[in-house]
């Protein structure tokens, strides 16, 4: 799908960067369909993907808080990862 | 399930520098759905794949063996966090299998960090920093390009470009892409990460409910000790 395409046209473009904008979350696109510039929109992506980013983090430090008790409580750890098999 | 991941790490680990995985992307997914979006949709063969069911429970089977290899590592110091997120990150571009360009460029860098010094030595490929004026003779070229071939005009404004820099900055091996393939990346890798959040969530949550319950029983035992004496 990715072949080179020679010249890229308008409409390729316009219909990435709606692809783009339907997966932005909901909340921002809902107050107006029209205000969406392409570059609006491409500063919308890179805030979303920062903030992905940052909850990646996030659940990676609370992740490895719960990683160490779960030594502590070893018929846990079984428990747990027979579960999530 | 494992041995495929174990194929597709091999075979872009052996390409070394060179991102380009042959000519033809092939997007064999699981879903006979997402063939049927094909590349007009504008939801995207991308959601339709992240969303499943599927990818986020061989992604949650992934990060588990991911984060047990960390445990086995380092085992009585708590895992660093960064140790977390570099596994969760590599095991969601196994996950990918490959198939874009930014999960390509995890797994290589997670080989790099391994065995940068024989790259280095096999030709010098990996450069961090392009020469100034390899890049300087770049974006003149990029710029006559641009304007001789009609390029679509909400490309040629500044902002826009800009904007598109910082894009190319923030999804993984993605620096130098032009928009169409940049754009194509970054709908993939949006919907990658949402589903990177979301099973890391889930896998939190659930082990914070089990130490809860672990430490109402062992509080329920002493009690009960307690009360036989």
Same mark, same amino acid.
């Given at each position: 799908m990715s072949s080179r395409r020679g010249r890229i046209t308008d409409e390729e473009i316009n219909e990435l960067i709606s692809k783009l904008q339907a997966l932005l979350p909901e909340s921002s696109r $809902? $107050?107006?369909? @029209? $205000? @969406? @510039?392409a570059s609006k929109l491409l500063k919308e992506t890179c805030g979303y993907i920062k903030s992905l980013h940052q909850e990646v983090d996030d659940l990676s430090d609370r992740l490895s808080e719960l990683m160490s008790t779960l030594d502590d409580n070893s018929p846990q750890a079984e428990i747990i990862r027979s579960l999530l098999r | 399930m494992i041995s495929i991941g174990a194929g597709s790490s091999s075979s872009s680990s052996s390409s070394s520098a060179g991102?380009?995985? /042959? /000519?033809a992307k092939r997007r064999g997914k699981p879903g006979g759905a997402a063939a049927a979006a094909g590349?007009?949709?504008?939801? /995207?063969?991308a959601q339709t794949k992240w969303r499943s069911g599927t990818q986020e429970r061989i992604y949650g089977r992934r990060l588990l063996d991911a984060l047990r290899a960390t445990r086995s590592g380092a085992?009585?110091? #708590?895992?660093r966090p960064r140790a977390v997120k570099d596994a969760a990150d590599s095991a969601l571009a196994l996950t990918a299998r490959g198939q874009s360009r930014w999960s390509r460029a995890i797994l290589l860098a997670g080989a790099a960090t391994c065995r940068r010094r024989v790259l280095v030595k096999?030709?010098?490929?990996?450069?961090r920093h392009p020469r100034p004026q390899a890049r300087a003779a770049a974006a003149a070229a990029k710029a006559a390009a641009a304007a001789s071939a009609g390029e679509p005009p909400v490309l040629r404004e500044r902002k826009v470009k800009d904007r598109l820099r910082v894009l190319g900055r923030l999804?993984?091996?993605?620096?130098?892409? #032009?928009a169409p393939d940049l754009l194509e990346e970054t709908a993939d890798y949006v919907a990658a990460l949402e589903m990177q959040v979301k099973a890391m969530r889930a896998l939190a949550d659930a082990l914070a409910a089990a130490q809860l319950s672990s430490n109402r029983q062992q509080a329920a035992g002493d009690d009960e000790a307690d009360m036989e004496r």
């Open positions: $809902r $107050r107006a369909a @029209s $205000r @969406s @510039s | 991102v380009r995985m /042959g /000519g590349s007009a949709a504008a939801a /995207g063969p085992p009585h110091p #708590q895992p096999a030709g010098g490929k990996i450069r999804v993984p091996g993605c620096r130098k892409l #032009q």
